[in-house]
């Protein structure tokens, strides 16, 4: 729209050489009142073009006595008239009705000039989102399209060159609460039926990489490697989203993949639970811990450096059946050293996620031997052992460098090293 105050001064002095009317009441408000000839106008074009007559008349009509605007009426709606062809390009007044009062009414009646807009087309390039990605994002923005068509659909093709501003600025404010973590950018192109595409810009920190890592405390994780391939690929559709967008949808995202976990077969025919979570930032990380509420099938290997003690290198086989909170299995070590093996049937009690008490025994041996683990987040554990009939104590300092290897510093009576521990 141009400016077009100076245009109203000049009507203003223009008015007031017409008429010497002696003052009398002068208005206080003007209400404006727009329509459209043969069709409506679109609602949100509407609301703008009222909001700049509503500007123009306040300047032309408030302050005005109302028996000069009766005398000298006829040259008021020839100004008007002129000012409103020239605020709303594309359209021309058609018919101008002033009531004049204290809290004075105009009403105009708006026609279309030249060709209007008949459809809308409108498309959105999401760049360099993967059609995962763009599955989410579609989803949020669904309503725009109608918005745009709202705006656009019956405005004449002339008006677009400030229906653009309008169209622009409402798809921005709309995305603002729906899609905080993109930028908008609309692009119309005129025509009977009418183009507009919708750019959307990431901002702020965004997925780089994506990775999965399984985790299971009573099966193999290796077992599982088709999984972490599946899914691995999966989470490739999110690289380059916006992280804040990702963790507005982290709950709809965890329901897709625990939906989909539970429809395994491993989850249907052998009792197996799989539970997701999200690890948020740039290097996106998705945790499936994976546990039967069956049987206990899993082994791991371990390294002792730093000591001189016996059975450095060991290899230990847990196998068993779970009941409740407690654990019945099977623990089978192997040492290479000396080809020795031993044997513990257990049984290991979990008061919480976090806390488990149990009782082993050593078949080659003859002793008996508890332990207590304590896990202190996600990475740290603390472990209190003792062996009762060969009176030995020892206690554990561990920290998972990732799911597969940890590190544990050991204490005994007469010593202490790094044990190296990998699960298999």
């Known amino acids: 729209m141009k400016q077009w105050g100076l245009r109203v001064t000049a009507a203003l002095c223009m008015m007031a050489s017409v008429t010497t009317v002696a003052q009398a009441e002068p208005i206080e408000s003007v209400t404006v009142s727009l329509s459209g000839s043969w069709q409506p106008l679109p609602a949100v074009l509407a609301k703008r073009m009222t909001a700049a007559v509503q500007t123009a008349a306040d300047k032309l009509y408030v302050g005005t006595d109302t028996e000069a605007l009766a005398a000298g009426q006829a040259t008021y709606q020839k100004v008007t008239t002129d000012i409103i062809d020239r605020i709303l390009y594309g359209y021309t007044v058609e018919s101008l009705t ?47 399209e109608s918005r745009i068509e709202q705006i ?30 993109f930028i908008p950018q609309v692009e119309i192109i005129p025509g009977a039926k009418t183009k507009v595409k919708v750019y ?26 088709a999984t972490k391939r599946y899914y691995d690929e999966y989470l490739v559709g999110l690289e380059g989203v916006p992280v804040s967008f990702i963790a507005r949808h982290e709950s709809d995202l965890l329901g897709v993949i625990q939906q989909g976990l539970d429809n395994s077969k491993a989850s249907q025919r052998f009792g197996i639970s799989m539970k997701p979570s999200l690890q948020l930032g740039t290097d996106l990380l998705l945790k499936i811990q994976v546990d039967s509420s069956r049987y206990i099938v899993r082994g791991e290997a371990y390294l002792d450096m730093g000591t001189e003690t016996d059975h450095n290198v060991g290899l230990k086989l847990f196998t068993g059946i779970k009941q409740g909170r407690g654990d019945i299995y099977l623990e089978t070590n192997f040492f290479p050293d000396d080809y020795k093996w031993a044997f513990y049937p257990s049984y290991a009690y979990h008061f919480t996620k976090d806390t488990t008490l149990a009782y082993q025994y050593n078949l080659s041996d003859k002793y008996s031997r508890m332990w207590l683990r304590q896990d202190i987040g996600d990475r740290w554990h603390v472990r209190a052992q003792r062996d009762f009939e060969i009176k030995r104590n020892e206690f554990g300092l561990a920290y998972d460098l990732n799911n597969y290897l940890t590190l544990e510093y050991v204490v005994n009576d007469d010593d202490n090293w790094l044990r190296l521990i990998g699960y298999i």
């Open 200 to 225: 959307l810009i990431p901002q702020g920190a965004v997925v780089r990489h994506s990775s999965t890592e399984i985790a299971s405390n009573t099966l193999p994780s290796t077992v599982f490697y």
């Open 98 to 144: 002033i009531t004049p009062g204290v809290n004075s009414q105009l009403d105009v009646r708006l026609r279309p000039y030249g060709q209007t807009i008949q459809a809308v087309a409108v498309t959105v390039d999401y760049g360099n989102l993967t059609p995962l990605a763009q599955e989410w994002v579609a989803r949020d923005i669904s309503f725009v």
């Open 152 to 181: 656009l659909l019956g405005a004449p093709l002339d008006s677009l060159d400030w229906a653009t501003a309008v169209t622009s600025q409402l798809v921005r404010n709309e995305l603002e609460g729906a899609l905080s973590e």
